[in-house]
């Protein structure tokens, strides 16, 4: 008999977990992985494809705030996915519409490749984002309803972590294309094949439509729901009267404050390496010609940095949480990503930083997402779990997308006067490290949540 999740386990973890439990976990983790595969390559060539969009001339000013409206824009479609999808997994079955949310955001990745103009971008992303949006609620649900209680912090971490090995592949594909944009590409047409290589997800598809069983512990909750007439996937049995609204209110301000301090702040990492290794290749007299794709490898190479800090700090705040509690880790969390952020953005600017900075903040800030992984299905019943992971997870990002038109405005106002790139650069540096206080709101919301180590899933 296997260990109450109220006992610490007498064997690891894994040995709990039979084929189907492993073969669940492998495709929610590949289905995940390759969503943020998807979203890093928006990530590393969201510059060079909005410089070879937009007319020539626009000043650099002008393309990082079309930057962050792209950004909010593909950020506003990924929370409305998640909203409109949450719901539908809760009461058609998860694996079923985690399959249309992946052929979603791999289809339209691809057609985003195909771009004439900024306008048709910026749709392509909307649309992608609708699919990205539903995959995280559906893929936690789908593991958490499958998994037996003991193993299952250890495998939802687990699940977030591997995450970093498709943010990982994105900075290697960006290496490789960098390297031939120096030889054999075009320059300025390196994103147009990134996209395109971001819509072989689509063929998982495949395995989830033929293979995948919906959980049992959902069918039987779905059945007995239809005898009594309660409702799966309800907004409104979500913020009715019980304990959900609560859950599902403090749970958003949690990962609000996660979200923007990744999309807001974070994520924009790879236009402060490319403003300083441009400085330094210009130093060292590098034709420019050569920059772009140069760039480019420096940046994807930022990628495997903080994918390499981010899979280790999200391991280590699984074993943190089951060792001392959801909330302890989550408060040190929130501190330490602050910290490694306005360190990143304040002073990171010579290339060895790179391998030394990045890694760091990866590993603080992405630490946070094993903990929504693991702590938000803990907070809802079967019957909500999709509606309220996604509900927590995505609406936050309504809030979240206006973290990069933020950075891009306060940026150019900081920058407003400034003659020379230096300047401006430090305007940039000082509008990250601003932005990057949103991270401690997420300390208001530790206060007030319940800690759910060791208690099963409520039901």
């Not at 492998?26 to 928006?42: E, H, N, P």
């Not at 937009?54 to 950020?75: C, E, N, R």
């Not at 539903?134 to 958490?144: D, I, P, R």
């Not at 499958?146 to 960006?174: E, T, Y």
Request: aromatic share 12%; net charge positive; proline share 6%.
């Amino acid at each position: 008999m296997p260990p109450s999740p109220t006992q610490p386990p007498t064997a690891p973890w894994w040995r709990e977990l039979n084929r189907e439990h492993w073969f669940v976990l492998t495709i929610a983790s590949l289905a995940w992985g390759l969503d943020c595969f998807d979203q890093q390559i928006f990530n590393l060539v969201r510059n060079p494809a909005i410089a070879d969009l937009m007319p020539a001339g626009t000043s650099s000013d002008d393309l990082k705030s079309w930057g962050g409206f792209t950004t909010a824009i593909f950020v506003a479609g990924w929370a409305t996915g998640g909203l409109i999808f949450g719901p539908i997994g809760d009461r058609i079955g998860r694996a079923r519409t985690l399959m249309y949310t992946v052929l979603l955001y791999s289809v339209c990745t691809g057609l985003s490749a195909l771009s004439r103009n900024v306008v048709d971008f910026t749709v392509y992303r909307f649309i992608t984002g609708l699919g990205v949006g539903g995959v995280f609620g559906l893929s936690v649900a789908l593991v958490a309803d499958a998994l037996p209680d003991g193993p299952r912090p250890h495998a939802l971490g687990l699940f977030q972590a591997l995450s970093a090995v498709g943010n990982i592949a994105a900075g290697l594909l960006a290496i490789l294309v960098g390297y031939l944009e120096t030889t054999t590409l075009k320059p300025g047409s390196e994103w147009r094949y990134m996209f395109l290589v971001g819509a072989l997800p689509a063929l998982l598809c495949v395995f989830i439509q033929f293979r995948m069983k919906e959980p049992a512990k959902w069918i039987k909750a779905r059945e007995e729901g239809r005898a009594t007439g309660v409702r799966f996937g309800s907004y409104l049995s979500l913020f009715g009267p019980g304990p959900w609204r609560k859950a599902a209110l403090l749970g958003m301000l949690l990962c609000v404050a996660g979200v923007v301090g990744l999309w807001g702040v974070g994520n924009f990492t790879p236009e402060l390496v490319g403003d300083v290794t441009t400085r330094q290749l210009r130093a060292e007299n590098v034709p420019a010609a050569q920059i772009p794709g140069q760039r480019m490898i420096w940046t994807g190479i930022t990628m495997v940095m903080q994918q390499i800090g981010c899979f280790f700090g999200m391991m280590a705040f699984t074993r943190a949480a089951q060792r001392f509690g959801r909330k302890p880790s989550f408060i040190v969390a929130f501190i330490c990503a602050f910290l490694s952020t306005v360190l990143v953005f304040k002073y990171l600017n010579q290339t060895w930083h790179i391998f030394v900075f990045i890694p760091l903040m990866g590993f603080c800030q992405l630490a946070l997402f094993a903990g929504f992984a693991i702590y938000l299905p803990e907070l809802f019943p079967t019957r909500l779990r999709s509606t309220g992971v996604s509900f927590c997870y995505n609406v936050g990002r309504f809030v979240a997308a206006s973290g990069p038109y933020t950075l891009g405005v306060l940026q150019a106002r900081l920058a407003a006067g400034a003659t020379t790139a230096d300047a401006r650069l430090e305007a940039f540096r000082n509008a990250g490290a601003w932005v990057s206080g949103i991270l401690l709101i997420g300390l208001i919301a530790v206060a007030f949540l319940p800690e759910t180590k060791g208690r099963p899933l409520p039901e």
